[in-house]
């Protein structure tokens, strides 16, 4: 399929408990799937690329909200200062420039104190204001946030950010474009294949403002077919 990594998650969505595999093109804004398995954004060569990919067997993220139906996502799902960055990203700043305007919804984020969730992971409580939950490595198109994570993988890597103060988290997306991130004072990171999200705090996946905590994500083992390159892991 052609499309943008939201467009993804309606169709991964659509796809639970079929025999169809899913191939992807970019075709959106930052095409994290596209750039994660290495087809890139341009069309043509990334054409030749997926044909020569082959089947493999995923797990997906599983996502409950109290009263909404459960959400299936494919690479992330992101509780706090990113998901509040795209609950407030202007949707015709973003068709006009692409990228540029998630980073000017981050950078308005600076002049605000940063609101807090606790994460529960592997029976600890972390207290935190930004919560990723990855299946991927790759973050916005062209950064690595979550260094060890893996669509082949059962597992979650989940990186937290403790904090309130806005300059924090400025030099946390520092940190990241220099692959340090996970070296900073204040991060966490951890495997696992379950997460509480506690408090009330915006929730995105795959790129796409979902609504609020608390929620709670699970992996669902064994759920998809991706054609990826033999070269991926």
């Not at 639970?16 to 750039?35: E, K, P, Y």
């Not at 989940?158 to 309130?164: I, K």
Request: proline share 4%; aromatic share 6%; with cysteine.
């Amino acid at each position: 399929m052609l499309g943008g990594d939201g467009t993804i998650n309606e169709v991964v969505n659509g796809m639970i408990g079929s025999d169809a595999h899913l191939g992807v093109l970019a075709g959106g804004t930052a095409n994290v799937l596209a750039m994660e398995l290495g087809l890139g954004s341009k069309l043509e060569r990334a054409i030749d690329r997926l044909s020569r990919c082959t089947p493999k067997r995923v797990s997906l993220g599983k996502i409950w909200q109290s009263g909404q139906p459960a959400r299936h996502f494919l690479m992330m799902a992101g509780a706090g200062f990113d998901a509040q960055v795209v609950c407030d990203l202007n949707p015709g700043l973003k068709s006009k420039t692409g990228k540029l305007a998630y980073w000017v919804a981050g950078f308005s984020q600076i002049v605000k104190r940063v609101g807090q969730l606790e994460t529960r992971i592997n029976g600890d409580t972390y207290h935190c204001g930004f919560t990723l939950a990855a299946r991927v490595r790759n973050y916005g198109g062209d950064l690595e946030l979550a260094r060890g994570a893996s669509l082949l993988s059962d597992e979650f890597e989940t990186v937290m950010f403790e904090g309130s103060n806005p300059l924090r988290y400025a030099f946390y997306m520092l940190a990241v474009a220099v692959k340090q991130v996970q070296k900073m004072p204040g991060v966490h990171t951890v495997r696992s294949t379950r997460i509480e999200l506690l408090g009330d705090a915006p929730i995105q996946i795959d790129g796409e403002y979902l609504g609020r905590s608390p929620a709670t994500i699970e992996i669902v083992p064994d759920a998809l077919t991706m054609l990826m390159p033999e070269s991926y892991g």
